[in-house]
Protein backbone atom coordinates (compact mmCIF):
# COMPACT_ATOMS: atom_id res chain seq x y z
CA UNK A 1 0.00 0.00 0.00
CA UNK A 2 1.37 3.50 -0.88
CA UNK A 3 1.45 6.67 0.91
CA UNK A 4 0.35 9.22 -1.37
CA UNK A 5 0.24 13.03 -0.64
CA UNK A 6 -2.61 14.83 0.24
CA UNK A 7 -5.24 14.92 -2.28
CA UNK A 8 -7.14 17.63 -4.04
CA UNK A 9 -10.74 16.98 -4.28
CA UNK A 10 -12.05 16.75 -7.90
CA UNK A 11 -13.50 19.25 -9.89
CA UNK A 12 -16.99 18.43 -9.63
CA UNK A 13 -17.04 17.25 -6.12
CA UNK A 14 -18.24 14.33 -7.25
CA UNK A 15 -16.16 12.16 -4.06
CA UNK A 16 -12.82 11.30 -4.92
CA UNK A 17 -13.52 8.99 -7.89
CA UNK A 18 -11.35 10.52 -10.77
CA UNK A 19 -13.12 8.06 -13.24
CA UNK A 20 -16.15 6.57 -13.05
CA UNK A 21 -17.97 3.94 -15.58
CA UNK A 22 -22.24 3.47 -15.28
CA UNK A 23 -23.36 0.70 -17.13
CA UNK A 24 -20.48 0.08 -19.48
CA UNK A 25 -20.79 -2.61 -22.52
CA UNK A 26 -19.19 -3.39 -25.45
CA UNK A 27 -20.31 -6.12 -27.88
CA UNK A 28 -18.55 -7.16 -30.77
CA UNK A 29 -21.40 -8.36 -33.56
CA UNK A 30 -23.84 -9.64 -30.72
CA UNK A 31 -20.76 -11.42 -28.48
CA UNK A 32 -20.47 -9.00 -25.16
CA UNK A 33 -17.06 -8.56 -24.38
CA UNK A 34 -17.69 -6.22 -21.59
CA UNK A 35 -21.28 -6.41 -19.31
CA UNK A 36 -22.59 -3.69 -17.65
CA UNK A 37 -19.03 -2.55 -16.10
CA UNK A 38 -19.17 -0.08 -13.28
CA UNK A 39 -15.70 0.36 -12.00
CA UNK A 40 -14.80 3.39 -9.95
CA UNK A 41 -11.09 4.55 -9.64
CA UNK A 42 -9.99 6.73 -6.99
CA UNK A 43 -7.98 9.57 -7.32
CA UNK A 44 -4.22 9.10 -6.60
CA UNK A 45 -4.39 5.16 -6.11
CA UNK A 46 -3.15 2.91 -8.40
CA UNK A 47 -6.42 0.74 -9.13
CA UNK A 48 -5.43 -2.70 -11.26
CA UNK A 49 -7.67 -4.36 -13.75
CA UNK A 50 -6.93 -8.11 -13.74
CA UNK A 51 -8.81 -11.22 -15.00
CA UNK A 52 -8.15 -14.29 -17.15
CA UNK A 53 -6.90 -14.40 -20.57
CA UNK A 54 -10.37 -13.20 -22.22
CA UNK A 55 -12.30 -11.86 -19.83
CA UNK A 56 -11.99 -8.23 -20.99
CA UNK A 57 -9.17 -6.26 -19.41
CA UNK A 58 -7.91 -4.62 -22.83
CA UNK A 59 -11.76 -4.12 -23.86
CA UNK A 60 -12.65 -2.09 -20.65
CA UNK A 61 -9.04 -0.51 -21.46
CA UNK A 62 -9.73 0.48 -24.73
CA UNK A 63 -12.91 1.86 -23.69
CA UNK A 64 -11.51 4.09 -20.99
CA UNK A 65 -9.18 5.30 -23.49
CA UNK A 66 -11.53 6.09 -25.97
CA UNK A 67 -9.73 3.76 -28.57
CA UNK A 68 -13.67 2.18 -28.46
CA UNK A 69 -16.85 3.05 -28.46
CA UNK A 70 -19.44 1.09 -25.60
CA UNK A 71 -22.09 -0.06 -27.52
CA UNK A 72 -24.40 0.93 -24.20
CA UNK A 73 -22.93 2.87 -20.90
CA UNK A 74 -20.95 5.65 -19.75
CA UNK A 75 -17.40 7.04 -19.11
CA UNK A 76 -17.16 10.44 -16.80
CA UNK A 77 -13.75 11.75 -16.05
CA UNK A 78 -13.93 14.44 -13.11
CA UNK A 79 -17.49 14.23 -13.41
CA UNK A 80 -17.48 14.97 -16.89
CA UNK A 81 -19.09 12.50 -19.41
CA UNK A 82 -16.46 11.92 -21.75
CA UNK A 83 -17.80 8.74 -23.31
CA UNK A 84 -18.09 10.84 -26.49
CA UNK A 85 -14.59 12.34 -26.75
CA UNK A 86 -12.38 11.84 -28.59
CA UNK A 87 -8.93 9.90 -27.87
CA UNK A 88 -7.00 12.70 -28.97
CA UNK A 89 -8.90 15.30 -27.10
CA UNK A 90 -8.44 13.28 -23.44
CA UNK A 91 -4.87 13.93 -23.29
CA UNK A 92 -6.27 17.50 -23.02
CA UNK A 93 -8.63 16.47 -20.30
CA UNK A 94 -5.39 15.01 -18.18
CA UNK A 95 -6.05 11.39 -19.15
CA UNK A 96 -3.11 9.70 -20.53
CA UNK A 97 -1.79 6.20 -22.10
CA UNK A 98 0.87 4.61 -21.88
CA UNK A 99 2.67 1.60 -23.07
CA UNK A 100 0.83 0.14 -26.06
CA UNK A 101 1.26 2.75 -28.34
CA UNK A 102 4.97 3.31 -28.50
CA UNK A 103 5.59 7.25 -28.12
CA UNK A 104 9.59 6.86 -28.99
CA UNK A 105 11.26 8.12 -31.27
CA UNK A 106 13.95 5.41 -32.28
CA UNK A 107 16.13 7.74 -34.31
CA UNK A 108 15.99 10.88 -31.87
CA UNK A 109 18.23 10.51 -28.37
CA UNK A 110 16.77 10.47 -25.14
CA UNK A 111 16.44 14.72 -24.74
CA UNK A 112 15.45 14.61 -28.17
CA UNK A 113 12.25 12.27 -27.64
CA UNK A 114 11.45 14.38 -24.38
CA UNK A 115 11.80 17.55 -26.27
CA UNK A 116 8.89 16.29 -28.51
CA UNK A 117 6.52 15.25 -25.58
CA UNK A 118 7.34 18.49 -24.13
CA UNK A 119 6.66 20.73 -26.93
CA UNK A 120 3.23 19.04 -27.70
CA UNK A 121 1.07 20.59 -24.89
CA UNK A 122 2.34 23.69 -26.29
CA UNK A 123 0.73 23.30 -29.73
CA UNK A 124 4.48 23.99 -30.93
CA UNK A 125 6.30 20.91 -32.88
CA UNK A 126 9.54 19.93 -34.14
CA UNK A 127 11.60 23.15 -33.61
CA UNK A 128 14.74 21.92 -33.56
CA UNK A 129 15.93 24.47 -35.93
CA UNK A 130 15.39 27.26 -33.45
CA UNK A 131 17.97 28.85 -31.71
CA UNK A 132 18.97 26.96 -28.30
CA UNK A 133 18.40 29.99 -26.65
CA UNK A 134 14.71 29.85 -26.99
CA UNK A 135 14.20 26.22 -26.08
CA UNK A 136 15.74 26.47 -22.39
CA UNK A 137 12.64 26.39 -20.69
CA UNK A 138 12.13 23.34 -22.44
CA UNK A 139 15.66 21.64 -22.24
CA UNK A 140 15.60 22.44 -18.56
CA UNK A 141 12.27 20.47 -18.04
CA UNK A 142 13.57 17.81 -20.25
CA UNK A 143 16.80 17.08 -18.03
CA UNK A 144 14.20 17.61 -15.19
CA UNK A 145 12.38 14.25 -16.67
CA UNK A 146 15.29 12.80 -17.91
CA UNK A 147 16.84 12.63 -14.87
CA UNK A 148 13.65 11.62 -12.37
CA UNK A 149 13.08 8.23 -14.94
CA UNK A 150 16.71 7.75 -13.96
CA UNK A 151 17.99 8.11 -17.81
CA UNK A 152 20.43 11.15 -17.28
CA UNK A 153 23.48 8.82 -18.22
CA UNK A 154 21.76 8.03 -21.61
CA UNK A 155 20.39 11.72 -22.49
CA UNK A 156 22.27 12.09 -25.65
CA UNK A 157 21.60 8.45 -26.97
CA UNK A 158 19.58 7.55 -29.54
CA UNK A 159 15.96 5.73 -28.12
CA UNK A 160 16.52 2.84 -30.81
CA UNK A 161 20.16 1.92 -28.96
CA UNK A 162 18.29 1.67 -24.75
CA UNK A 163 17.45 -1.44 -23.39
CA UNK A 164 13.78 -2.51 -23.27
CA UNK A 165 13.57 -1.47 -19.79
CA UNK A 166 15.19 1.89 -20.22
CA UNK A 167 12.63 2.62 -23.44
CA UNK A 168 9.86 1.92 -20.80
CA UNK A 169 11.52 4.50 -18.52
CA UNK A 170 11.81 7.10 -21.75
CA UNK A 171 7.85 6.50 -22.34
CA UNK A 172 7.50 7.19 -18.88
CA UNK A 173 9.41 10.57 -19.15
CA UNK A 174 7.61 11.20 -22.71
CA UNK A 175 4.59 10.66 -20.98
CA UNK A 176 5.13 12.47 -17.90
CA UNK A 177 5.87 15.67 -19.91
CA UNK A 178 1.89 16.03 -21.15
CA UNK A 179 1.51 16.56 -16.66
CA UNK A 180 -0.90 13.85 -16.93
CA UNK A 181 -3.36 13.80 -13.99
CA UNK A 182 -3.75 9.88 -14.81
CA UNK A 183 -2.02 7.28 -16.19
CA UNK A 184 -3.19 4.55 -18.10
CA UNK A 185 -0.81 2.29 -18.26
CA UNK A 186 -1.60 -1.07 -20.56
CA UNK A 187 0.99 -4.53 -19.07
CA UNK A 188 3.97 -2.33 -17.83
CA UNK A 189 5.82 -4.90 -17.42
CA UNK A 190 5.36 -7.07 -20.24
CA UNK A 191 8.53 -8.29 -21.86
CA UNK A 192 10.81 -6.88 -19.07
CA UNK A 193 13.55 -8.87 -16.70
CA UNK A 194 13.33 -9.09 -12.75
CA UNK A 195 15.56 -5.99 -12.82
CA UNK A 196 13.38 -3.93 -15.19
CA UNK A 197 10.32 -4.90 -13.46
CA UNK A 198 11.92 -3.54 -10.56
CA UNK A 199 13.37 -0.15 -11.95
CA UNK A 200 9.77 0.53 -13.52
CA UNK A 201 7.73 -0.85 -9.99
CA UNK A 202 9.20 1.74 -8.41
CA UNK A 203 8.74 4.57 -11.38
CA UNK A 204 5.22 4.27 -11.16
CA UNK A 205 5.36 4.07 -7.19
CA UNK A 206 6.87 7.56 -7.41
CA UNK A 207 4.15 9.18 -10.29
CA UNK A 208 1.47 8.07 -8.26
CA UNK A 209 1.97 9.63 -5.39
CA UNK A 210 0.50 12.22 -6.96
CA UNK A 211 -1.20 11.08 -9.48
CA UNK A 212 -3.95 8.35 -10.35
CA UNK A 213 -2.37 5.20 -12.44
CA UNK A 214 -5.06 2.56 -13.87
CA UNK A 215 -3.18 -0.45 -14.98
CA UNK A 216 -3.64 -3.79 -16.53
CA UNK A 217 -1.19 -5.93 -15.83
CA UNK A 218 -0.43 -9.77 -15.73
CA UNK A 219 2.29 -10.38 -13.25
CA UNK A 220 0.01 -10.74 -9.74
CA UNK A 221 3.29 -9.82 -7.67
CA UNK A 222 3.63 -6.46 -9.32
CA UNK A 223 0.06 -6.65 -8.87
CA UNK A 224 0.16 -7.50 -4.95
CA UNK A 225 3.30 -4.96 -4.81
CA UNK A 226 1.61 -1.51 -6.28
CA UNK A 227 -1.95 -1.60 -6.43
CA UNK A 228 -4.41 -0.12 -3.70
CA UNK A 229 -7.37 -1.40 -5.09
CA UNK A 230 -7.70 -4.26 -7.85
CA UNK A 231 -10.90 -5.05 -9.82
CA UNK A 232 -11.30 -8.61 -10.71
CA UNK A 233 -13.06 -9.52 -14.43
CA UNK A 234 -14.20 -12.46 -15.64
CA UNK A 235 -16.29 -13.48 -19.05
CA UNK A 236 -16.75 -9.57 -19.06
CA UNK A 237 -17.87 -9.04 -16.33
CA UNK A 238 -16.57 -7.22 -12.63
CA UNK A 239 -15.94 -10.69 -10.04
CA UNK A 240 -14.41 -9.08 -7.37
CA UNK A 241 -12.90 -5.79 -6.19
CA UNK A 242 -11.05 -5.04 -3.16
CA UNK A 243 -7.06 -5.07 -2.35
CA UNK A 244 -4.65 -7.61 -2.66
CA UNK A 245 -5.58 -9.38 0.71
CA UNK A 246 -9.18 -9.35 -0.29
CA UNK A 247 -9.44 -10.25 -3.79
CA UNK A 248 -6.63 -12.86 -3.35
CA UNK A 249 -8.77 -15.19 -0.77
CA UNK A 250 -11.80 -14.87 -2.54
CA UNK A 251 -12.96 -18.21 -3.67
CA UNK A 252 -14.57 -16.84 -7.22
CA UNK A 253 -11.43 -15.41 -7.40
CA UNK A 254 -9.49 -18.27 -6.99
CA UNK A 255 -11.77 -19.89 -9.00
CA UNK A 256 -11.68 -18.04 -11.72
CA UNK A 257 -7.22 -18.46 -11.82
CA UNK A 258 -7.95 -22.45 -11.68
CA UNK A 259 -7.70 -24.45 -14.82
CA UNK A 260 -4.80 -23.22 -16.37
CA UNK A 261 -5.74 -19.97 -17.17
CA UNK A 262 -3.16 -17.29 -15.65
CA UNK A 263 -3.65 -13.75 -14.49
N1 LIG B 1 -12.40 -6.61 -31.99
C1 LIG B 1 -12.94 -7.71 -31.50
N2 LIG B 1 -13.83 -8.44 -32.21
C2 LIG B 1 -14.40 -9.54 -31.69
N3 LIG B 1 -14.15 -10.03 -30.47
C3 LIG B 1 -13.27 -9.35 -29.71
C4 LIG B 1 -12.61 -8.16 -30.17
N4 LIG B 1 -11.79 -7.72 -29.18
C5 LIG B 1 -11.92 -8.58 -28.16
N5 LIG B 1 -12.80 -9.56 -28.47
C6 LIG B 1 -13.22 -10.67 -27.61
O1 LIG B 1 -13.64 -10.11 -26.39
C7 LIG B 1 -13.22 -10.91 -25.28
C8 LIG B 1 -12.41 -10.08 -24.33
O2 LIG B 1 -11.17 -9.77 -24.96
P1 LIG B 1 -10.06 -8.87 -24.26
O3 LIG B 1 -8.92 -8.78 -25.21
O4 LIG B 1 -10.66 -7.62 -23.78
O5 LIG B 1 -9.67 -9.78 -23.02
P2 LIG B 1 -8.40 -9.67 -22.04
O6 LIG B 1 -8.91 -9.86 -20.66
O7 LIG B 1 -7.65 -8.42 -22.33
O8 LIG B 1 -7.55 -10.94 -22.49
P3 LIG B 1 -5.97 -11.18 -22.51
O9 LIG B 1 -5.54 -11.27 -21.09
O10 LIG B 1 -5.86 -12.50 -23.21
O11 LIG B 1 -5.35 -10.04 -23.26
C9 LIG B 1 -12.45 -12.08 -25.89
O12 LIG B 1 -13.32 -13.18 -25.98
C10 LIG B 1 -12.06 -11.58 -27.25
O13 LIG B 1 -11.94 -12.65 -28.18
Redo the contacts with the bound molecule.
Sequence with gaps: MQQHAPRPSGPTGDGDNIIETRGLTKE??G?V?VRDVNLKVKRHTIHALI??????????FNLLTKFLRPTSGSIHFNGVDVTRTAPADMAGQGMVRSFQISSVFSHLTVLENVRVALQRPLGISFHFWKPRRTLHPLHERADELIEWVGLTPYRDVNAGELSYGRKRALEFATTLALEPEMLLLDEPMAGLGHEDIHRISSLIKRVAANRTVLM?E?NLSVVADLSDTITV?TR?SVLAEGDYAAVSTNPSVREAYIGGVHA
Design positions: FLFAGPNGAGKTTVVHLG
